[in-house]
């Protein structure tokens, strides 16, 4: 048994790199052969063996010598994480079959375009590190700077109840509630998945009593809400988007109808019945929206702008 163990892994060692970049491929050939995975993947011997391996892989994706090292790096260490490792681990001179398993598919699933962040499977927002899948969009630098806004506009010692919507990640429920202690936010998704990364996002910062996490489209069956907040989807259907986001990130969190601008118009056409007297709400929204908005709505939001200098917000104070 040994000696055939050691023959397929040195079979397959000897195509390596084909084998991984074709991960489906792998599974089929190899593992009916040889059951035990860890075989599959020969251990690295180093980790600076493994750093350059990977970077050599990334590089035609990725183009950039330096950045295709890095994260090369970067996936290593995930990839310890995933293992069940320390991260500190990588500075001891041998890896395990296990890290250099999970490595190579890390290193094949980003070569195939994959995010970095679905690869790693977290991404950070305003200092907050998510669970992040393909479900769940990546947040983005514009959506840390709705939380901005969204923070000048509640009080410190706020008592308010807050609707999230489109909630995805978690990321700006979570952000607002960290920021603003006496809130309590209802976050809520139509997508089954998504709830359940938010719900572990939630419960990773130990906010389960402040943060809610509700299945349903854009409004609860009832509540009433001092703030609606909502990154929703608001890219028009037949615009182009480029292929590491068509191709990986969640259409439902991206197309928001014909116009882009049918989600949103929707949640604010709803948002009276759930509104309190006086309450505020705040979009993110497309950057070429400005003027079919104020049409709509006859000048009722004030506009602002992203760090790019693009209309991206847009806010009604109640
Ligand atoms: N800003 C996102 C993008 O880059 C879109 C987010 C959304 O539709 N809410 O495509």
């Known amino acids: 048994m040994l000696i055939k163990m050691k023959k397929s892994a040195q079979l397959i060692q000897s195509n390596n790199d084909e084998c991984v970049m074709m991960n489906k491929k792998l ?30 892989m990334l590089l035609e994706s990725i183009g950039d010598a330096s950045l295709a090292e890095r994260e090369s790096k970067w996936l290593l260490e995930s990839s310890a994480v995933s293992a069940g490792r320390d991260p500190l681990f990588l500075n001891q001179p041998d890896l395990t079959a296990r890290v250099s398993s999970v490595f190579r598919s890390h290193i094949a699933r980003r070569s195939r375009g994959e995010p970095l962040s679905y690869v ?26 709705l939380v901005d806004e969204i923070l000048k506009l509640i009080p410190k010692a706020a008592e308010w109840q807050i609707l999230d919507q489109g ?24 997508s089954t ?107 009722r939001f004030e506009f602002k702008k992203d760090l790019n200098n693009k209309i991206r917000f847009m806010i009604d104070r109640g």
């Open 167 to 190: 909630t995805g990640s978690g990321a700006i429920a979570i952000a607002v509630a960290l920021e603003r202690k006496l809130v309590h936010v209802t976050g809520i998704d139509k």
């Open 193 to 299: 998945s998504a709830i359940d990364i938010a719900k572990k996002n939630v419960k990773r910062y130990g906010l389960e009593n402040r943060i809610d996490i509700i299945e349903a489209d854009i409004f609860p069956k009832e509540g009433l809400f001092d703030m609606i907040i909502a990154n929703l989807p608001y890219v028009p259907d037949k615009v182009d988007l480029p292929k590491e986001i068509s191709e990986w990130e969640p259409v439902l969190a991206l197309r928001g109808g014909p116009t882009g601008m049918e989600v949103i118009n929707r949640s604010i056409e709803l948002s009276n019945k759930f509104l309190k007297p006086n309450g505020l709400l705040i979009y993110e929204i497309g950057e070429e929206q400005e003027s079919g908005f104020r049409e709509h709505w006859q000048n």
């Open 27 to 56: 599974d089929a050939n190899c593992n009916s052969r040889i059951s035990n995975h860890e075989v599959i993947s020969m251990p690295f011997s180093s980790v600076s063996e493994a750093i350059s391996w990977g970077a050599k």
């Open 120 to 145: 790693i499977g977290e991404a950070s927002f305003r200092g907050i590190d998510l669970f992040v899948t393909s479900d769940v969009l990546i947040p983005r630098p514009e959506t840390e700077q």
